[in-house]
């Protein structure tokens, strides 16, 4: 069996579709500040800063994950390139919530400490996999979208109007 190797640029264009997918969802509840190209907040795990109008600021990171309409599953990655050891954004992210966009239009919007600790729980019955990239590996865990959905925040079709999501305490 032939292993796929994923392009960055390929995936990179892919997660641009799902950010302006969420961002135009998000935005008739929020202003919205992209951050992703910022040093800080990318080597933070955050992507948006979501600005309520009552003025608090919730901070995100976007998962588009193609994949998981095919799988049934998330991916929650542990090593991000495995040549260097950077880590994962499931242990690195410090994003107030994680949005997963997947194929059939479902959102699933979780706090990082619950998927990580659904992770925890469940690492005996997990199988740590390898996604080829060029040149390196990225590595994680397909966690059932089943699982992801009893501790996510909200489940959603993205035709419903964004939830006002709470602060999260820290």
């Not at 005996?124 to 992801?148: A, H, M, S, W």
Request: proline letters at 4%; glycine letters at 6%.
């Amino acid at each position: 069996m032939q292993t796929k190797t994923y392009s960055f640029q390929q995936q990179d264009s892919l997660g641009k579709h799902g950010e302006k997918i969420l961002d135009d969802w998000l935005s008739s509840k929020y202003q919205i500040i992209d951050v992703s190209h910022i040093l800080q907040y990318q080597t933070s795990g955050i992507d948006r800063l979501l600005i309520h109008p009552s003025g608090f600021t919730l901070s995100v990171e976007y998962k588009f994950d193609k994949a998981a309409g095919r799988t049934g599953n998330l991916f929650f990655e542990t090593t991000s390139v495995d040549t260097t050891g950077i880590p994962g954004w499931g242990w690195s992210s410090q994003a107030d919530y994680w949005i997963f966009l997947v194929p059939d239009n479902n959102l699933y919007i979780v706090k990082p400490s619950d998927f990580r600790s659904l992770v925890w729980q469940k690492r005996e019955q997990l199988k740590e996999k390898y996604i080829q990239n060029c040149g390196y590996r990225t590595i994680g865990f397909p966690v059932k979208i089943v699982d992801v959905k009893n501790i996510s925040s909200c489940v959603t079709d993205r035709s419903i109007s964004p939830p006002l999501l709470d602060r999260v305490r820290r």
